[in-house]
């Protein structure tokens, strides 16, 4: 498919742009995998065997974690601002450049653990913000007739960094131990990132594709105005998909947060049967991002987040009174689905109702707050 | 919000998961609207304007 309009074919092609900002997701992504290290990076900074690990150990060490949230929030709120006046290609640079080298960094922390949360915390945190804003804002921007679909494909990149870097790191932690894992990742996501941002551009203001014009769904669902995230923080609608998030994140989180021990609990099943539900919640919380996003171009983000709740209504009503582990499968998938879906959904919600120059961050602003 | 409450019901070492299952319920469905009161109040002020197919706009 061309991605140039017909006036000028000096454009990029906006699928190798797409598909650059997927591999960047999949490396900042990575950063979800942080569970498969907190047991070693504990264990070595504390001296403690891994089996022998208590509270007083992980609760300090998994801090480490919490900076990176904060700093990515952080960085997000004011990255957009950065990405208007810089450009995609530089600020995406930047992100390699300081998410690599706070994980390279992370590699000489030990034992110091304050050192961990500057290096990997902070400077980490910064480099994911950076570079998160980024691939929303540029993508919502080349794709304004696939917006939710786009969207979907960022946010289910970033998801399966977490997937990939989980299988390799935990195989690096066994083999070569935690200073040199976070040494050899530091340096592929700096690698990778600083490659893949240099095809990133922004495409010009009010780009469309050859031969698209908007649908009259897609004409009534969308701002004819941009909105700054200030403006945006001042409209009470803001506050609405605020809250259609936070519901939903509630709603997957808590049955995420017990899978297994719920699973055991309605069925009477041992923890490694149970543990199949996990990896299936995974699954459908991946495919729910790309496929949500998909139908929501057919069908509008507001009938699409309708949808989702009543889904859910129905699937955890049902929940309860299920006994066979088989059976259990599918709310739980339908529930993991409909999780990942908020979040492939959302940035293309923002994009539609405050314009997309700033989409990424008003969407980043509801999605961080909406978690919490 | 949703793992500290898919944990607060029960006694003792047997959790209620069930009772959480159910306000989550209840708590998307009187939610169900949300969606279309956000179009509603972007409509309202004007920044979204309803188009009907084969209007050309």
């Known amino acids: 498919m061309s991605s140039s309009s017909a006036s000028n074919s000096s454009l990029p092609n906006r699928w190798i742009i797409a598909i650059a900002a997927f591999c960047m997701q999949l490396a900042l992504g990575s950063v979800y995998a942080w569970s498969v290290f907190l047991k070693p990076v504990a264990s070595l900074y504390y001296h403690v065997p891994a089996a022998q690990l208590g509270a007083a150990q992980l609760k300090p060490t998994n801090i480490t974690f919490s900076v990176v949230l904060v700093a990515l929030g952080i960085t997000a709120g004011f990255g957009g601002y950065l990405n208007n006046r810089f450009g995609p290609r530089v600020m995406a640079t930047a992100a390699g450049i300081l998410y690599g080298l706070g994980v390279i960094l992370a590699a000489f922390a030990a034992p110091n653990l304050i050192v961990l949360y500057l290096t990997f915390g902070i400077i980490g945190g910064i480099g994911i913000g950076l570079g998160y804003i980024v691939a929303l804002a540029m993508l919502i921007k080349w794709f304004p ?88 923080l001042r409209l009470p609608r803001w506050y609405v998909l605020w809250l259609i998030l936070a519901l939903n994140v509630t709603a997957g989180a808590a049955l995420i947060s017990v899978a ?3 699973a055991q609990n309605f069925t009477g099943v041992d923890a490694l049967t149970a543990a199949i539900m996990v990896s299936v ?47 259990l499968l599918v709310p739980a998938a339908i529930i993991a689905l409909c999780y990942g879906g908020g979040f492939g959904t959302m940035p293309a919600f923002a994009a539609d109702f405050f314009g997309p120059k700033n989409a990424g961050t008003i969407y980043v602003q509801a999605g961080l707050w909406g978690r919490s | 919000m949703g793992p500290i409450l898919i944990t607060s019901f029960g006694a003792g070492k047997s959790i209620d998961y069930a009772t959480p299952l159910y306000i989550i319920a209840v708590l998307m469905l009187v939610s169900a609207a949300l969606p279309l009161v956000a179009r509603a109040l972007a409509r309202r002020r004007g920044d979204i304007i309803e188009v009907t197919a084969g209007t050309g706009q």
């Open chain 1, 260 to 262: 297994s021990p719920l």
């Open chain 1, 145 to 232: 007739e696939r917006r939710g679909f786009i969207t979907g494909l960022a946010v289910a990149g970033f998801g399966g960094g977490a997937f990939i870097t989980g299988l390799v790191a935990a195989a690096l932690l066994k083999s070569v131990g935690v200073g040199s894992t976070f040494l050899y990742l530091g340096i592929a996501y700096l690698v990778i990132i600083v490659a893949v941002a240099q095809v990133f551009r922004t495409a010009p203001d009010g780009y469309a594709p050859a031969g698209w014009t908007p649908t009259a769904r897609q004409q009534s669902d969308r701002s004819v105005r941009e909105y700054t995230l200030p403006e945006a």
């Open chain 1, 281 to 327: 919640i995974s699954i459908f919380n991946g495919i729910g991002r790309l496929f949500w996003g998909w139908l929501s171009d057919a069908i509008g983000r507001p009938f699409t987040f309708l949808s989702l709740f009543i889904i859910q209504v129905i699937a955890f009503a049902l929940l309860p009174s299920i006994t066979s582990f088989a059976l």
